[in-house]
């Protein structure tokens, strides 16, 4: 993948969903490393793609009543980063929020690990290689960080993070830059993706110390989604299928291996930040497929009906932003504007007294 972020819709192969589908399973059937994928992976690569054809602590959080609203975000305070960041990976990690590589205002790649911590933001260790576009999870309470690219290749290699730096505790089945993740119980999950020259339908579960193994298929090949767990489930929202935003909003069920669509965003979206409080999912800023159609939009998707309603607004529009749950907030990471400038710091959402 190139570093430049502004070009990363231009990039997919024109004839996606059928042939892309066929060639992401060759694809995992094929890859070395810890989590490269045996013939029993493939297998349930299958079985996973013929269910799914349907249309951090705060991920176990269950999943809001029938009868209850979203409460709205707004800014609680505003954190000045060590530098500007666009596509950080971010999750609860080190007692704070944890803001990992990504590209800076130059749309050069980054090593830095950043602790955004109450007022304060710092850099405290760096990865082993710079790298965007990666994701990252908080498992038990240890953070980890997923693929990334750097230079027009992608990597395998999950990394814990620590503050003395990072190490390899394991591969995903293919190199996946493009990617998102979250946690549920003591599993991380991986969406979607692209390896550079395929993108990739495959939600990828990641236990630590085991091999990782590919725990559904989503309906479509999909990059830059928003996710969240909520109530056990986890929601994906929008992102880029071939150079398209979507729309829908699909819940995954880890223990069935199914996913279904439960909705459908106001918009497309693609390029926005996801996290969970109080039971719902909140999606962050974003943007369509236009390099300049950033949104300001806060959204909150109900888990139980899929209803979408607007829950707050950031201070201006953003894309390309990374979020993360951390007790009672949502902590907000850098971001890229209409006029592709990029910002330097993070945003503590809290919610709206009822």
Request: with cysteine; proline share 5%.
């Amino acid at each position: 993948m190139s570093a430049a972020s502004r070009s990363n819709t231009q990039r997919s192969a024109a004839a996606l969903p059928a042939a892309c589908a066929a060639a992401a399973v060759l694809l995992l059937a094929g890859c070395g490393g810890a989590g490269s994928g045996s013939s029993s992976q493939v297998a349930a690569q299958a079985t996973a793609g013929r269910q799914g054809t349907g249309s951090s602590p705060a991920s176990t959080q269950s999943p809001a009543a029938a009868d209850d609203h979203p409460p709205a975000l707004h800014v609680g305070a505003s954190t000045k980063l060590p530098e500007a960041v666009q596509l950080p990976a971010v999750t609860a990690g080190l007692g704070g929020v944890l803001a990992l590589a990504g590209l800076d205002a130059a749309d050069s790649s980054l090593a830095s690990v950043t602790l955004v911590d109450g007022g304060s933001a710092s850099t405290v260790a760096q990865l082993p290689e710079a790298l965007h576009d990666a994701a990252a999870a908080s498992v038990a309470g240890r953070a980890y960080l997923f693929g990334g690219g750097n230079a027009g290749t992608a990597s395998s290699s999950i990394l814990e993070v620590t503050r003395s730096g990072a190490h390899v505790a394991g591969h995903l089945p293919a190199p996946s830059s493009d990617v998102a993740a979250t946690a549920i119980g003591g599993t991380a999950y991986v969406v979607g993706g692209y390896t550079e020259t395929t993108p990739l339908r495959t939600i990828v579960a990641f236990t630590p110390g085991r091999a990782t193994r590919v725990a559904g298929m989503l309906p479509r090949p999909l990059r830059y989604a928003s996710v969240a767990a909520v109530g056990g489930h986890l929601l994906i929202a929008g992102g880029t299928s071939g150079e398209t935003a979507q729309r829908a909003i699909l819940s995954f069920d880890p223990a069935s291996g199914r996913i279904r669509q439960i909705g459908v965003l106001p918009r497309a979206l693609t390029h926005a930040a996801g996290a969970s409080l109080n039971g719902f999912m909140y999606v962050i800023g974003g943007r369509g497929e236009g390099l300049t159609e950033q949104t300001s939009a806060i959204l909150a998707i109900d888990p139980s009906s899929g209803s979408v309603s607007t829950a707050g607004r950031l201070p201006e529009a953003l894309s390309d932003l990374g979020a993360a749950s951390l007790g009672q907030r949502i902590v907000a990471v850098g971001g890229r504007d209409r006029a592709g400038t990029v910002h330097d710091r993070a945003l503590t959402l809290l919610a709206a007294a009822r």
